[in-house]
């Protein structure tokens, strides 16, 4: 398949992971155009974490095929042009926030000069400029949050796979998230991004509705909302959700 | 060149040591003590055990001489260090007290000790050989040989001063180590297993630490491979190691005198090659704890084995023959025979080759497990 030039940055088809018995991804078409803010909604179990870690080449596949601006997994060199975000702290309670984000830019062979200076913009988009020197063990649930974000973004990767990046994060610093994603958006950057929150859906270009391992629906905010004939998008993908369970119950 | 990639993860285990005094402590810490609290117990031997003495040689007259007692003789020989002398007249009395615990033996010397001995000697018609009685307690064996040595020894040095030759006698030279005492022979030993202790220990619980807070997968899903990240540890814990052996050799040296005949840095070396066995054992362990709580339950695997098999306190000749290949099996065993073989008889590389091939077979053989075992986690 030819992925590049084709302006995708994610294309992938027929994903499937299984877990023993338990199929978590269940035959997924998922497609995300270069600097597009993409949104994978869904119920917790509905798969949006097993996704996330296959797009970030976490996970070996039980069927169908991905392609990462245009290269196919597993390939390690797609590892470089990504940005992961795990739902988990994911980071070393230890370490000072300073340490913590200067190891994921020597990872990703920054210098010392471009991570201090990176630092001090992502610092100051966290909110927590004071904290740099703290263990991030002594920090709450929500800045460490924050600082992982932080750590995912320090290396400028042109795909972004954030995990509930949102989770404890008090409303006014998510609208500066927001503001901060759509700087990355106007870079030519893409994210992929998933959320409970549905208020925060709708800021997504693209938003695919998941559920039981499958996408059951996705477009654009308002195109789902016209189609469902719903007012907001809680209802929206409720009638999406709803709809196989009553097939089944006929 | 362009630095290796798994130096990253090797400044950040050391970051991350030297903001945890607890893991520091463990370091720097453990191995003097363990040194001390094996080394004071252990090294100083056999000492003031109570032992009786019931003396009723009345002496005898051997041919041309004035009257002895050989009794007094041995006596005056018993080696006051090991054995605390204490009188008693009775024998039943002495008797009941070693039976109720109160002495761990009694020496007795019947009246005609003497008077047997020196017809013995001279071949009298009618003599029979003096017999010393000795009651032991021998509940506990070390006490109880260091007693019978102290006995035998003083009946050879008697056996010495009043000039009868023995038909046979043995010359001892000290091949090696002729003035080794304990703690140089313990300290090569005390090196090794703390050395993989605490890597195997340290390792094991940052591990699932790393598996647990996920930040083992986040690295992996950035330009580090599994391959890094073991490199990145084997890294750090090699030159942990290092440091501990350097440090116990140091204190060894200043508080236990030890003596040190061969060349260190090869010693250094060893253990530092026992660190990457034994960090590789505590990464592929974690695997087996979904909790920190779990890798405590693999502890008594790791430890104990090491403890009892590796020929640190006791050689590997004297565990039984049947058990013994299980010595081959456990890390610690060529690094404790190559830093002694190296520290008390002063060997080079060229007669302890087949530990260190040991080792680096051990090194390769966990080293690719302890990748394995991040990489099935891609599943």
Not at chain 1, 107 to 136: A, G, M, Q
Not at chain 2, 29 to 50: Q, T
Not at chain 2, 53 to 66: C, H, L, M, R, W
């Amino acid at each position: 398949m030819d992925g590049d030039g084709n302006g995708y940055m994610v294309e992938a088809s027929g994903l499937v992971k299984r877990y023993g018995k338990f199929t978590a991804v269940d035959g997924l078409d998922l497609r995300v155009k270069k600097g597009e803010i993409y949104g994978l909604l869904g119920p917790n179990g509905a798969g949006k974490t097993t996704t996330i870690k296959i797009l970030c080449g976490l996970l070996r596949l039980s069927g169908g095929e991905a392609h990462i601006n245009g290269r196919q997994l597993p390939d390690h060199r797609i590892a470089a042009e990504i940005g992961y975000m795990p739902q988990e702290t994911a980071l070393y309670l230890g370490l000072t926030v300073h340490q913590n984000l200067a190891f994921f830019g020597e990872i990703f062979k920054l210098s010392k000069r471009e991570i201090e200076e990176r630092e001090k913009t992502l610092l100051e988009f966290i909110n927590l400029p004071e904290w740099r020197d703290e263990l991030v063990g002594n920090l709450s649930g929500g800045m460490k949050h924050r600082v992982s974000l932080a750590c995912a973004l320090i290396h400028q990767p042109p795909l972004l796979l954030l995990d509930e990046p949102t989770v404890g994060v008090d409303p006014e610093l998510r609208v500066s998230f927001w503001d901060y994603f759509n700087g990355i958006k106007r870079e030519g950057r893409t994210i992929v991004i998933t959320t409970h929150y549905m208020d925060e859906a709708g800021r997504c270009d693209r938003i695919g509705f998941m559920h039981n391992g499958r996408l059951v629906a996705e477009g654009e905010p308002g195109e789902l909302l016209q189609m469902t004939g719903t007012e907001n998008l809680e209802d929206a993908f409720m009638s999406f959700t709803a709809r196989p369970e009553v097939e089944v119950e006929r | 060149m362009r630095k290796p990639h798994f130096l990253t993860v090797t400044k950040r285990v050391f970051r991350d040591l030297k903001n945890d005094k607890r893991s520091l402590a463990l370091i720097v810490i453990a191995p003097i003590f363990i040194m001390f609290v094996f080394g004071l117990a252990f090294g100083g031997g056999v000492k003031n055990v109570k032992v009786l003495v019931v003396n009723q040689d009345q002496g005898g007259a051997p041919v041309g001489a004035g009257s002895i007692s050989l009794s007094e003789k041995i006596i005056s020989n018993l080696d006051t260090e090991v054995l605390k002398l204490e009188y008693v007249d009775d024998r039943d009395a002495a008797l009941a007290m070693v039976e109720n615990g109160d002495a761990y033996a009694a020496i007795i010397f019947p009246p005609d000790f003497t008077s047997e001995a020196v017809s013995s000697m001279n071949d009298l018609p009618g003599g029979s050989t003096a017999t010393i009685e000795f009651q032991l307690d021998k509940s506990n064996i070390n006490v109880a040989n260091a007693i019978t040595k102290a006995v035998n020894d003083a009946l050879l040095a008697t056996i010495d001063q009043v000039g009868v030759q023995m038909p046979v006698s043995v010359d001892t030279v000290a091949v090696f180590g002729a003035d080794v005492k304990f703690m140089d022979f313990f300290v090569p030993g005390i090196m090794a297993f703390a050395v993989y202790m605490i890597t195997t220990l340290l390792t094991l619980v940052t591990f699932v630490g790393e598996r647990t807070s996920g930040t083992l997968q986040r690295m992996l899903a950035t330009t580090l491979n599994e391959r890094d990240i073991v490199l990145g540890y084997a890294a750090t814990f090699s030159l942990i190691g290092m440091g501990q052996a350097m440090l116990l050799l140091l204190v060894g040296t200043l508080v236990f005198d030890i003596t040190v005949v061969g060349n260190v840095f090869l010693a250094f070396l060893v253990i530092a090659l026992l660190a990457v066995v034994s960090q590789a054992l505590g990464i592929l362990l974690s695997s087996t704890a979904k909790r920190e709580a779990q890798a405590i339950q693999v502890l008594p695997f790791v430890v104990l084995p090491a403890f009892l098999l590796s020929g640190i306190f006791w050689p590997i000749e004297a565990i039984p023959a049947w058990l013994r290949p299980l010595s081959y099996l456990v890390p610690p065993t060529y690094a404790v025979d190559a830093s002694r073989a190296i520290m008390l008889k002063g060997y080079g590389i060229g007669k302890i080759w087949i530990d260190i091939v040991a080792l680096l077979a051990m090194a390769a053989i966990f080293l690719t497990l302890a990748v394995l075992s991040l990489s099935t986690r891609k599943d």
